[in-house]
């Protein structure tokens, strides 16, 4: 069973960055693309990057590129999301999840297991 956990959110300022961070453990060999989601209150979870098994192919949310980087160690089993600019209406719980076909696409259900979320909160 594969596990993913979150890390590295906290607090920033507008126009700031934040890199969440979604160690991987288990049978990482079965699984294959990572994304992430992040849910802002009130609001349901939206899938804004993924990258593939290798890292080598990477998908964002069309609104979001240039400033979201999402990145892969697999010595480390460990994916990053780097945010940079950070708006306030970004504050959101920030959730990693692993889909078993390697191949990206940024829909919530298409993927599971879930890590537990790690929130990022934007407030000056």
């Known amino acids: 069973q594969l596990q993913l956990v979150e890390s590295g959110g906290g607090l920033v300022q507008p126009g700031g960055s934040l890199r969440p961070s979604c160690a991987v453990s288990?049978?990482?060999?079965?699984?294959?693309?990572i994304g992430w989601f992040p849910q802002a209150p009130g609001k349901e979870r939206e899938g804004v990057a993924c990258?593939?098994?290798?890292?080598?192919?990477?998908t964002y949310a069309d609104s979001l590129k240039g400033r979201f980087t999402t990145s892969r160690d697999n010595a480390k089993n460990t994916v990053y999301l780097q945010i940079n600019s950070l708006k306030p209406e970004e504050a959101a719980v920030y959730y990693c999840?692993?889909?078993?076909?390697?191949?990206?696409?940024?829909?919530?259900?298409?993927?599971?297991?879930w890590g537990e979320g790690d929130p990022g909160t934007v407030s000056s």
């Open positions: 288990g049978s990482t060999s079965d699984y294959y693309s």
């Open positions: 990258t593939s098994a290798s890292g080598r192919t990477t």
């Open positions: 999840a692993a889909r078993r076909i390697n191949v990206c696409v940024l829909l919530p259900h298409e993927y599971y297991p």
